[in-house]
């Protein structure tokens, strides 16, 4: 079981510029969250937070580490900490719906109308 393997878990959601990341119990509840910018900086800056966090043993949750999360992967790995790749959670497919100038939603494809009775 996990909790019996870390202390706490830090999810890192990687985007272009930034990195939101969260400190997380064994049994997930959020301890704190910050973000920082994805650069070496930003990098240092999440190290600290984790620190500060989850001073014992603790694993980093990675979205992303193939492409926005590339730079902060090795700094992670030469700073001896551990660190896998979560995927993205899989969401249901929700078929997109135009709306009209009010708000509302209609079917789509348009549904055709039978001809008109003679």
Known sequence: ??????????????????????AVSPIGAV??????????????????????QIAGR???????????GAGLAPFLDQAGE????VCRPKQPAVPWR???????RHPWPPRKHSPPST
């Open 58 to 68: 603790r694993c980093w949750a990675l979205e992303g580490i193939g492409s926005y």
């Open 82 to 85: 551990r660190a896998v790749e």
């Open 1 to 22: 079981m996990l909790a019996a393997q870390v202390d706490g878990i830090i999810g890192v959601d990687t985007h272009r510029d930034t990195l939101a990341a969260a």
């Open 98 to 104: 135009p709306q009209d100038r009010h708000g509302r």
């Open 31 to 52: 301890l704190s969250s910050t973000d920082a910018p994805a650069n070496a900086r930003g990098y240092r800056r999440l190290l600290d937070f984790a620190r500060q």
